[in-house]
């Protein structure tokens, strides 16, 4: 690894431990020409999964790019990196496990709106308007009324009164 300090490519390794359920592992590192301390994560590479795209065109499979398009739906909501990544490694293990060489892209975009929705209704509508081209008002409209008709995650709603004792 190149250190980001003096751009050397001479490390060692000072400490090694599983990290994120399992999915993956953090590596301490030391810079051999500045002693300057930094952290790596090694993560499986799905290298052989690949995306079936709207035009038909196809290109190998990015965790990064699912996990890109939740943190910018996120922008600016009281989400943390810690829940994004997790949910963004749960739509990567549901994929896997399906055991397919290539998955279309319109099977990926549901999952990752079902995990916004339980995330921040607001993330999964800017989502969800980019992910299904949304071209009026009307059918953010439409969209919203929907969330509306969902009953609200307890989770999400806190009790706003404590419950009668008996």
């Avoid at 599983?18 to 590596?27: A, H, T």
């Avoid at 002693?35 to 499986?44: A, C, D, I, P, V």
């Avoid at 607001?122 to 989502?127: G, I, N, T």
Wanted: with cysteine; net charge neutral.
């Amino acid at each position: 690894m190149r250190c980001l300090k003096c751009n050397s490519l001479e490390d060692k390794v000072i400490d090694s431990r599983m990290s994120k359920d399992g999915l993956s592992i953090r590596r301490r590192r030391e810079c051999l020409g500045c002693n300057h301390r930094f952290t790596t994560y090694e993560q499986l590479e799905h290298s052989d999964l690949r995306v079936i795209k709207r035009d038909g065109t196809r290109e190998p499979f990015k965790r990064e790019k699912i996990l890109d398009g939740m943190v910018r739906a996120c922008e600016k909501r009281p989400v943390s990196i810690h829940t994004l990544e997790t949910s963004a490694d749960q739509i990567v293990n549901d994929l896997a496990t399906e055991g397919l060489k290539e998955v279309p892209s319109r099977i990926i975009g549901p999952k990752v709106m079902a995990k916004l929705q339980e995330i921040d209704p607001v993330a999964f509508v800017r989502y969800a308007s980019v992910y299904r081209q949304f071209q009026d008002v009307g059918e953010f409209i439409d969209e919203i009324q929907s969330l509306e008709r969902l009953p609200l995650d307890a989770a999400m709603q806190p009790e706003l009164f404590e419950p009668k004792v008996r």
